[in-house]
């Protein structure tokens, strides 16, 4: 089945401590973003990649990283979370600009 | 930078039509996508317009005119499992995707 997975689904945490949200699709896609989401300001990007090793900024790209050293995974590294972080949390995949994005379930992140 | 504008929210009854405008201001702009968002579930792709004009897929379908910076997504035959969020998003060079806010649609019985 085709999909886009994302783990953890539900993160609580601390200011201060690391976490890696992973994704993984099965797809083949080249391209992949991670986006946030949060009430009343729709999904915003926090950054993509059109290819392995090559990642680029979103809208809101502060305070996160990313790597792509697979074509299947890109994974969201939160360095020192803060609670301006406390999310909800896209990964999405396509086959290109403008191709159908197909989105993860989703990760329910709260910040303390 | 990228914005984009649409209603916040849209009630209609059961076999109705909705149209839910989006005004965009995007530099290098591809082309506007449109997503439905059920509570608590992820974005689904629902179309996609490069060109100018009108896309039907079902009883969806989506509409473009890139001199106006403007589209629209409209909904026939208005079931209950219609009621969603519904979100604009525009493509731009690279994979940059700039999303609206969002309309939210109630479709009552």
């Known amino acids: 089945e085709a999909q886009v997975t994302q783990n953890p689904r539900y993160l609580i945490t601390v200011t201060g401590k690391k976490l890696t949200v992973t994704c993984s699709q099965n797809m083949n896609h080249e391209y992949m973003s991670w986006y946030r989401q949060d009430p009343g300001l729709g999904l915003r990007q926090i950054y993509y990649?059109?290819?392995?090793?090559?990642?680029d900024k979103g809208d809101v790209p502060e305070g996160y990283k990313v790597s792509r050293k697979e074509k299947r995974n890109f994974p969201l590294i939160l360095e020192s979370p803060s609670p301006n972080q406390t999310s909800l949390y896209f990964c999405?995949?396509?086959?290109?600009?403008?191709?159908?994005?197909?989105f993860g379930p989703g990760t329910r992140l709260l910040v303390l | 930078g990228q914005s984009l504008e649409q209603p916040s929210e849209v009630t209609a009854v059961e076999g109705a039509i909705v149209q839910i405008n989006c005004t965009y201001q995007?530099?290098?702009?591809?082309?506007l996508s449109w997503y439905q968002q059920h509570d608590g579930g992820a974005p689904t792709f629902l179309s996609y317009?490069?060109?100018?004009g009108l896309e039907e897929t079902g009883r969806f379908s989506s509409f473009l005119s890139r001199s106006d910076s403007y589209g629209y997504l409209l909904l026939q035959e208005l079931q209950m499992k219609d009621s969603a969020s519904y979100f604009c998003?525009?493509?731009?060079?690279?994979?940059?995707?700039?999303f609206g806010g969002g309309t939210r649609v109630l479709v009552k019985p």
């Open positions: 317009n490069a060109l100018d």
């Open positions: 990649s059109m290819n392995v090793e090559v990642t």
């Open positions: 999405a995949s396509s086959r290109g600009n403008g191709e159908t994005q197909y």
């Open positions: 995007t530099s290098g702009f591809y082309g």
């Open positions: 998003a525009a493509s731009s060079s690279g994979n940059k995707l700039t």
